[in-house]
Each structure stands twice: as structure tokens, then as C-alpha cells.
């Protein structure tokens, strides 16, 4: 049995004056409470964990047991540092391979394939490493082998976790020491100390001010918004956002301001002063200026491979390799504003660094926009403004577009995004081999038929920028010719959100009398195009999540198939076999639930 022990008992002092309200390990990380996320990680391999606690350990005593985490505690009455606290907890320890976890390491490391290295290769101590500049210190041979502590060219950064076999519990002095004097003493005793190269798709220390607002803010990142406002939260809606914002949980906003860059801790009333707070942290009676945190700055990317990057005030997009998407984004951008459709302004292209710069119009996407309450009428005010401007696109701006060489949305494009799903959700992502070409063949010689204007071809709430009361679409480059309800199933049903029915049905109703369709013609494209969409959009999810390790993505599967399965409740055709595969995924994605 592996066993799992993390090191929890410190006082945290680069954190103060936070740690003075909130133990370290019990930092929330938009939403995500540090310890929890620990122990999650630990558990996919054991079931047995232990921690060792000092400082504000009835706080930390309280949370493991209102929470009903599987941790067994050592109490230190008083620290006794890295090492001591192995030998404190050694009678747990002594009977099993076990990993060692710092507290305050926040990282999807691949621990598990690391522990299996270990145990294959028979090491007494595995050290997972990185190269990270900052903290290169552990100094490595040309075997892997732990050879000292300093900088040179050899030099790897710990990450904060590793794995022991039993045997090193007996080099541990009685009382107070440090772990790092016991690999030394293991590599004396020629036992084998190795280092492991980690895998991850992030890793903070967050026992800084600096290490800590760079996790919370990459989490926004990678979970596609510039907003998190925790459900406990209440006056949100008073907050007006210029740039990445953060309310955890139990905060309550009494007063109006415009907010950049800031963290509200739990069970905080802010009734600010100024109008305007930025680049802070703010919790019970404290704030903290966080400063400039990165001189460039990652951007969202969504699935895209594309680098996106915020610098001098400017958004610079940096393609993989020149390509047919990066001329039309030239030619659309162009295009596009000659007829005054909102996109952002192109300053400079670089075809030698295969980068477009764009003028930075903030963070605030549509999706970022809804995380936090919005009232229905403000809603459906947003959502028929975007309809009424993408509407411009599909009924006047394609009039005038007749020589655009733009794609075609036709028989076979269709179908081969029907196979997309079929291919990376179904059959890659599911595991279930079964074929729906009579299904999709029958959706792809109705849609093909429909009259065709100019799509956006992704219109999403991550591909809409809002600022200033005015809105932006980015993302375009995709843009084809096809059905106009193609765009506005993409819109309104949109797996990253949820809106209500009603206001749906009310945005739609105002798409169809401004523009003067057929409200009987248009509804039937409608019902089949968000079937065509929601498929387009669960083979992406399935693709990029697993076969790009976005895990991101997951957690927008379960109700991209609840939509699709609405879908055939309003569509006026019968399509079985679609609606069969569909809830086996229902029943199948209770897992990501």
C-alpha cells in the first residue's frame, strides 16, 4: 500500500499578512481550496494520507474535519521542520513506499508515473525535478544521481515532492531536522537518490505573494476567463472589470468600483473608498499591492495552438507556422472593418516572427462577463446586441462580399464535422464504435440546401470581447460561407454557459423580425444546425482534452450532451441513431460529473 504525507506545519511567513488569517495549505485558489486539491491528487493512488500540523492547527483540525477529508494527523508541539515531521509520523510511514507533498505546491505533476519509476528502479529517494531558473538548485550527475546543492549548468529545481522507500526512515535523527540533510545521508550510504522529470501543465509555489496571485491568475487562464466570482459571493454586480478579477468565497460588495487584477479573500466586506482598485490583494482588514507580476503576459487560448500574449499594451498572436489562416485573418481583419464590423485593429504583422499584433482590447469576454450574476434583462440586452451586429455580417455585410473566396459550409463540410464528433468524442474519447452516416448524411443535404451568408463559423462567449458597453468579435478567421443559423445556434447554445430558455427564445424572435426572415424556414435551419453545432463541439472537447491533455475541456462535456439532447425534443426531423449515441454518453460522462 503507497502512502501519501503532506508537510503542512509552517508558519508561512512570505504570505503574511494573509497566513495570519488563513493557513497556508487552506489558500483558495479561485474557488479551489489548496489542501483539497492536494489531497485529490494524492488520492488517485492511496487512500491513506497523513499531515503534519503546527501553525493554526485547530483551524487546519477544523477544515479536514468539516470536510470529512482522509488525513491522519501529527500534531508538532513544537516544528519539527522537513525531516522531523517523517519522524514524527514514522510508525504510519514504515511499512509502505511513500510520497512526500509540500503544502504549498499547487501542480497537476504526473506523481503516478513517477512512483512507478521508483518502485521499478528500486530507489530509496526519487526527487521530482523541473527546470525552472529561478530555483535550479539541486545539482544532478550524468546518471540522475543528487550530487550537491548550488547553481551549474547541471542544476534542476525540486518541485516539492518526492517519493521514499521505508529504509530512510531509519537515517532520520530523533527530533527537529532537515530533509534534505537526509538524501544526502542516503547518497552516503549509497543508497540510490534519483531525480524524475516531471510532466505538468502548470506548477506554483504559492508560499509568496508573487507565487500565489501567478496560480490564481493561470487558473483563470486555463479555465478560459478572466473572472471567477465564487457562488457564495453577493454584490458582484457592482464590480466593474477592466482586467482579471477574483471573489472568493462569502465576500460581499457593498459599494460600486472598477476593478484590475484583484483577489478578495474569503468572508471579506469591501465598501471601497476609491473608485478604482488595482493590482491588489484584499482581505478581513488588509491589502496587499501585488505589483507587475509578469512583463509578458499569457493570454487566453482556448483550443487554439496559437500563442496569445499581452506586451506594451498590445496583443500579440504568434502562429505555429505561416498558413492559410494567418493571410485570412489579414484579409478578413481588413475586410471586415472596412464595413465597420467591431474586430480588434490590426498595428503590425511580422510574417518572419509569424505574428500579428492587435490593439488590446482587455480581458472581458462574453463567458468572463457571465461569471458573475447578471440580471435577465441585462442579458438579453447583451445577447441581442451581438445578434443584431453578427446579424449585419450575414444579411448586408455578405451582400457586398460576393468575390470574398471564402470556404463554403457545403455537403461535405458538414459531414466531416458529423465524423469529427463521431471520430474524437464517440468512438476516441467514449469508446464507442458505432456508425451514424444515414443520420448525418440527412442533416448535411438539408443544411447544404440552406441560403448561405458570411458566418463568423465560432461565435462563442470566448470569442466576444466586451468593453466600454461596446462589443468585439475576435476569432473570425474560420469565417465561411453557410447558413446564418449556424452562428446563432453557436451563440445561444453555447456549452461554456448557461442562459435560460426564455431568453433564448426572446433573442432569437428579435433576430428573426429585425432582419426580416421567414420565422418558419429559419427555425427549421435552427433546430439542425445546433444538432450540427453541439457534435462540431463534443468532438472538439474530446480532442483537445485528450489528445491535447486540455483538461479544461472536461467539464463542459456533460452539458454540451444535455444540450444536444434537447436539440432533438424542438428538431422537426427523426434522428434516431444520433439521439441513441447520445445518451449512451449521457449515461457515460456521469463520471466527469
Not at 544521481?145 to 529504509?167: C, D, M, R
Not at 457592482?238 to 478579477?245: A, C, N, S, Y
Request: proline share 3%; charged share 30%; glycine share 4%.
Amino acid at each position: 500500500m503507497i502512502k501519501g504525507f503532506i508537510l503542512a506545519a509552517g508558519y508561512s511567513t512570505r504570505l503574511r499578512p494573509i497566513t495570519e488569517h488563513i493557513p497556508k495549505p487552506l489558500m483558495p485558489i479561485a474557488g479551489e481550496v489548496l489542501l483539497d486539491y492536494i489531497v485529490k491528487n494524492l488520492s488517485v493512488f492511496t487512500k491513506e494520507i497523513g499531515i503534519n500540523l503546527h501553525y493554526k492547527a485547530d483551524e487546519m483540525q477544523d477544515y479536514i474535519k468539516k470536510q470529512n477529508l482522509p488525513l491522519k494527523t501529527f500534531y508538532e508541539k513544537e516544528i519539527l521542520l522537513t525531516g522531523g515531521a517523517l519522524w514524527n509520523a514514522k510508525e504510519f510511514l514504515k511499512d509502505s513506499v511513500f510520497v512526500v507533498h509540500n503544502g504549498d505546491i499547487y501542480s497537476d505533476a504526473d506523481i503516478k508515473e513517477a512512483l512507478n519509476w521508483h518502485i521499478e528502479n528500486e530507489n530509496a529517494i526519487t526527487l521530482l525535478v523541473h527546470d525552472c531558473k529561478a530555483h535550479n538548485k539541486l545539482i544532478i550527475d550524468e546518471s540522475g544521481n543528487l550530487v550537491g546543492i548550488g547553481s551549474s549548468e547541471n542544476s534542476l529545481a525540486f518541485s516539492g515532492i518526492a517519493i521514499y522507500s521505508p529504509q530512510i526512515l531509519d537515517f532520520l535523527p530523533d527530533g527537529p531536522s532537515s530533509i534534505i540533510d537526509l538524501w544526502f545521508k542516503a547518497a552516503e550510504k549509497r543508497l540510490k537518490v534519483k531525480i524524475f522529470r516531471i510532466k505538468y501543465n502548470f506548477w506554483f509555489d504559492i508560499g509568496s505573494v508573487e507565487g500565489y496571485v501567478n496560480a490564481v491568475f493561470d487558473k483563470l487562464r486555463r479555465n478560459f476567463t478572466s473572472i471567477y466570482i465564487h457562488s457564495s459571493a453577493s454584490g458582484c454586480e457592482l464590480i466593474e472589470p477592466e482586467g482579471k478579477v477574483v471573489v472568493e468565497r462569502d465576500v460581499k460588495i457593498k459599494k460600486p468600483f472598477r476593478a484590475k487584477n484583484i483577489i478578495v479573500l474569503p468572508e471579506t466586506e469591501l465598501a471601497p473608498e476609491s473608485r478604482y482598485l488595482a493590482d491588489l490583494i484584499i482581505g478581513r482588514g488588509f491589502k496587499i499591492s501585488i505589483g507587475k507580476i509578469n512583463d509578458t503576459e499569457s493570454l487566453i487560448s482556448g483550443g487554439s495552438d496559437r500563442r496569445y500574449f499581452r506586451k506594451d499594451n498590445k496583443v500579440f498572436c504568434e502562429w505555429v507556422k505561416l498558413s492559410e489562416d494567418f493571410e485570412k485573418t489579414i484579409l478578413l481583419n481588413r475586410f471586415f472593418s472596412e464595413k465597420k464590423l467591431p474586430l480588434p485593429k490590426i498595428i503590425e504583422i511580422d510574417r518572419d516572427r509569424k505574428t500579428i499584433v492587435f490593439e488590446d482590447l482587455g480581458d472581458l469576454t462574453l463567458y468572463s462577463w457571465l461569471q458573475c450574476k447578471r440580471k435577465d434583462e441585462d442579458i438579453e440586452s447583451i445577447y441581442k446586441k451581438i445578434v443584431e451586429t453578427i446579424g449585419r455580417l450575414h444579411w448586408k455585410i455578405s451582400k457586398e462580399a460576393i468575390d470574398l473566396n471564402l470556404p463554403e459550409f457545403d455537403y461535405s463540410y458538414f459531414l466531416w464535422e458529423s465524423n469529427y464528433f463521431l471520430k474524437e468524442c464517440v468512438k476516441e474519447f467514449f469508446k464507442i464504435y458505432e456508425d451514424l452516416d444515414e443520420d448525418f448524411e440527412r442533416i448535411a443535404e438539408i443544411l447544404s440546401k440552406a441560403e448561405k451568408v458570411i458566418l463568423h463559423r465560432d461565435l462563442q462567449s470566448q470569442n466576444i470581447i466586451l468593453k466600454n458597453g461596446k462589443i468585439y468579435f475576435v476569432d473570425y478567421q474560420s469565417a465561411r460561407w453557410g447558413p446564418a443559423a449556424y452562428d446563432i445556434a453557436s451563440l445561444l447554445w453555447d456549452p461554456y454557459v448557461k442562459i435560460k430558455d426564455e431568453i433564448r427564445k426572446r433573442v432569437v424572435d428579435f433576430y428573426i423580425k429585425i432582419h426580416g426572415l421567414d420565422e418558419e424556414k429559419f427555425l427549421k435551419e435552427l433546430y439542425l444546425c445546433r444538432i450540427q453545432r453541439h457534435m462540431q463541439a463534443l468532438g472538439a472537447y474530446g480532442f483537445l482534452s485528450l489528445k491535447k491533455r486540455k483538461k479544461s475541456f472536461l467539464k463542459f462535456i456533460p452539458y454540451a450532451i444535455d444540450l444536444l439532447l434537447n436539440d432533438f425534443e424542438d428538431c422537426h426531423i427523426h434522428l434516431p441513431k444520433i439521439k441513441a449515441i447520445t445518451l449512451k454518453l449521457r449515461q457515460k460522462c456521469k463520471f466527469l460529473l
